[in-house]
Each structure stands twice: as structure tokens, then as C-alpha cells.
């Protein structure tokens, strides 16, 4: 049974150090009974608390790391089966596949693209960050050879090693060393030596069931056996059966919290079909319903792109805007001279003015006030960005160091405040900049400071 935050703080010792990044321990168990921070963030737990607190305050979908460091991928922790509710943790996995039985030019153009194929979006780095390496034919030597050839030419992959025998995932495991792989997968016939093996490798192991009855089966004994970081796959094959399984399991766990399906999913839109695009298509219904990681026959940006944003739409938590850091920006190169701008700091506003300064070619100061991620008119009309907070901002901000002119550019849709701007700025020259961004290239190249 969950614990509540009162409960939770019972087990703390009440330092109220701030070390876990929480400001008292009240606050810090709050978030822990919410399932919004683990408590190992709190460095002075004692393990008996430790362990039952983490108990009672686990997600029903474990959460599941694989590789190490900053490129580090994780999956599960999920608490809720719709994203309104609350929101949906960890963003579904795309791996791409490689195998034995494939030409060296087929696996090196894959981990190429792998490389290659990344996209930045409202500041986040969009990329696959999985790739799925397949024992095709029993072959151990052949089997590592590629496993050192991928850690080798794509060192911020996470890797899923699959393979029907359990020594050659342990020896894959220890190729791999402290970028810990996801060792798939266990089926019945396997399930004890492949539970020793991920237990002596330290490494999440996946389940290969022949379908959901048999995953829960071969789970249970996985359980049994001690292990607790699994990763499943019920076995389906097409995209029907990849979507129902994937909506009961989430369901059983979320709602019955049963344990043997609590874990996230892999799924293989890749063996589903042979048609590129009907594999986006069955591996965009899967990101959207539970899928943990799906794996992909290959990667080719007119395919991973929209995957990605699909991705990114989904996984946005819905109730956090998308924010960029209170600042000062340089576009272009600017100078003493050049003019300043200012905007909020939601994010799409961020990108949107800062790509159209920049593709303007003028040397531009960019001036971004924390209006915690509201746009230019919700944060003006709930007060976060009215003339006597511009006004701060500008004081504090250091612009005035890097500029000699006074004179300020304002988005257009603020031209309400102008005349209060310049009674708290006297020294300021108050300018009404265009209301689209897509004006703002023109506007630019016209403008010229205030004599």
C-alpha cells in the first residue's frame, strides 16, 4: 500500500538539509509519496527506510535503466494510464536493429544514420537512442565482434543484446562493461539460466513470451527467482495484438497493480512487416499506447522524424511549460551597438524570435525575463510581465554594460505599457517591435539606434 507524504517523513531524518534539491523534508516526502523524486535522492535515509519507503512508493511500471553516464536511457516509471491525468514519465525508446546475418555496409549505413539523424526542437535534442544487436545465428565470436563494433561507432547508444543463448549475453554483458545493456530474452525453456546469467551481469533482462499467458509465466518465475528489472514482450506480432497487449498489461498494473506485467514493454514493429511506412505507422500507435522501447528495421529521417515529435508531443508533461533560462542571448554576433530585444521565456516563443533574429543576419541582444513559461499576453495579463518587472530585468540584467545606446524593443503586442515602461525606464528609449516574429528580419534591418 502507497504511503502518504506524512507517513514518509516519519522515516526521514527531518535535516532539512536541502541536499536532495528540496527545500525542507516535508516538501521532499510530499514528492516522494507523489511519485515525483525516489528516495534515494535523500542521502541520509537509513536503509531500512530507504527500502521501505522505495517499496510502498515504486511506480507499478518499474522504472528500468539501461547504458551508463550521461547517456544513460530510462524507461517505465509510469504511475498513470493517461497523460491528463497527471503525465506520461519516461518517452518510449526507438532502437534501430543490427544483426549477425547482416552485410558489414547494411550495419555500418545503420549506425551512421544512427549518428546522424538528430533533431533539435524548442531546445531538446530529438535522436534514437537505442541500438538492438541480434544473435542471428548462435555464433559467439561473430556476436561480440558486432557488439564491439556498435559500442565503437556509437557511443551514446543504449544496447539491447539479443540472443537465445544465456552465455552469449553474459559474455555480451561484459563487453559492454559499464554501459549496461538490456539482455534479451528469457522464455520458458530459458528462464532459469537466463536469470542467473542478467543476475551475475548485474544488467534488466527482457521476457520473450509466446503471448501474454506465457510473459506472466516466465515474469513469475523471474520474480521468484529475485530478479526486478525486466522488460516485456508479450510475444504479439501484429499491430492489434502489440496494441490490446500492451493496454491490459498497463491497466493490470496501474489499476489491479499486478505485479508480474509492472514493468515496461519492448515491442518489434520491425517484425511486424516488411513496408517501411506500415512500420512508422504500427510504431506511432505504439508510442502512443505503453510502449517502453520499439524496435526499428532501420532509420530514415522522413520515417524517425515525425516518431520523434510524436514522441515529444506525447511525453511533454502537460502540466509544466516548456521554458528557457532568464537571460541575456546573443544572436548573430552583437556589438555595443546592436539593438535589444525582449521577450518571455516560454520556449516556442524563445525559438521562434531567436530563429527569425538569426536568420535576419543582425546582430541582436535577446533579452529573455522568466515569465514561467507563460506567452508574451498570458504572462502580461497575469502580471508577469508588466512594465515595472521589464524594468527590473533590465537593471539587474547587465545589459546596460554591453550596450551603448538606450533603447529598448518591445513585442508589439505590448504596446499597452509603453508609456509605463519609459516612466520606469526614464533613460530608455521605448520602441514597439512588430507583432508577428515573422516581421522582425525587416523590422531589423531598418532599425537604427535613437539619436
Not at 526499428?296 to 529521417?301: C, N, P, W
Not at 502540466?319 to 554576433?333: A, F, K, L, T
Not at 518571455?344 to 531567436?354: A, D, E, K, M
Not at 546596460?400 to 524593443?409: A, S
Request: hydrophobic share 45%; aromatic share 6%; charged share 25%.
Amino acid at each position: 500500500m502507497a504511503l502518504t507524504g506524512i507517513q514518509i517523513l516519519k522515516m526521514l531524518p527531518k535535516k532539512n538539509c536541502g541536499e536532495c534539491g528540496i527545500p525542507t523534508c516535508l516538501a521532499f516526502a510530499m514528492k516522494v509519496a507523489a511519485g515525483q523524486i525516489e528516495i534515494e535522492k535523500c542521502p541520509y535515509v537509513s536503509d531500512e527506510a530507504k527500502a521501505t519507503i522505495g517499496e510502498a512508493s515504486a511506480p507499478p511500471i518499474r522504472t528500468i535503466k539501461i547504458g551508463a553516464g550521461d547517456s544513460i536511457f530510462t524507461t517505465g516509471g509510469e504511475t498513470c494510464m493517461f497523460r491528463h491525468e497527471k503525465r506520461f514519465e519516461n518517452a518510449t525508446g526507438i532502437a534501430v536493429l543490427v544483426g549477425t546475418d547482416m552485410s558489414d555496409a547494411d550495419i555500418d549505413g545503420r549506425i551512421r544514420r544512427f549518428k546522424e539523424l538528430r533533431y533539435e526542437r524548442v531546445g531538446v535534442l530529438m535522436k534514437a537512442r537505442l541500438i538492438a544487436v541480434k544473435d542471428s545465428d548462435g555464433d559467439q565470436g561473430k556476436f561480440l565482434a558486432l557488439v564491439k563494433k556498435v559500442l565503437a561507432g556509437a557511443d551514446d547508444a543504449g544496447l539491447i543484446l539479443m540472443s537465445g543463448k544465456a552465455e552469449n549475453l553474459a559474455e555480451g554483458a561484459k563487453v559492454c562493461g559499464e554501459r549496461k545493456p538490456l539482455l534479451y530474452g528469457a522464455t520458458t525453456d530459458t528462464a532459469a539460466a537466463m536469470a542467473a546469467m542478467a543476475k551475475e551481469a548485474g544488467c534488466p533482462l527482457g521476457i520473450r513470451g509466446a503471448n501474454l499467458d506465457d510473459t506472466i509465466e516466465i515474469s513469475e518465475k523471474l520474480l521468484a527467482a529475485g530478479l526486478k528489472d525486466l522488460v516485456l514482450d508479450t510475444g504479439a506480432r501484429t499491430m492489434k495484438a502489440a496494441l490490446e497487449n500492451n493496454v491490459v498489461t498497463r491497466r493490470s498494473a496501474i489499476k489491479a497493480k499486478f505485479k508480474p506485467v509492472g514493468f515496461p514493454s519492448i515491442s518489434f514493429p520491425c517484425e511486424m512487416t516488411d513496408d517501411p511506412l506500415m512500420e512508422a505507422m504500427i510504431a506511432s500507435v505504439l508510442i502512443a499506447k505503453y510502449a517502453g522501447i520499439v524496435v526499428l528495421s532501420d532509420l530514415q529521417g522522413d520515417i524517425l522524424f515525425p516518431l520523434l515529435l510524436e514522441q515529444l508531443n506525447i511525453f511533454t508533461d502537460p502540466q509544466r511549460p516548456m521554458v528557457v533560462q532568464e537571460d541575456i542571448y546573443s544572436v548573430n554576433g552583437p556589438a555595443e551597438n546592436s539593438p535589444v530585444l525582449i521577450t518571455c521565456n516560454f520556449s516556442l516563443t524563445y525559438f521562434i524570435v531567436s530563429g527569425e533574429i538569426e536568420g535576419s543576419k543582425v546582430p541582436s541582444w535577446l533579452l529573455i525575463k522568466d515569465t514561467e513559461g507563460l506567452s508574451v499576453l498570458t504572462a502580461w495579463a497575469a502580471g508577469k510581465f508588466g512594465a515595472d518587472m521589464i524594468a527590473q530585468f533590465i537593471k539587474k540584467s547587465g545589459i546596460m554594460d554591453k550596450v551603448k545606446h538606450r533603447e529598448l524593443i518591445i513585442p508589439g503586442y505590448l504596446a499597452s505599457i509603453k508609456g509605463e515602461l519609459e516612466e520606469e525606464l526614464p533613460e530608455w528609449t521605448i520602441t514597439i517591435g512588430p507583432r508577428e516574429a515573422g516581421h522582425l528580419p525587416a523590422f531589423l534591418k531598418e532599425w537604427k539606434p535613437a539619436a
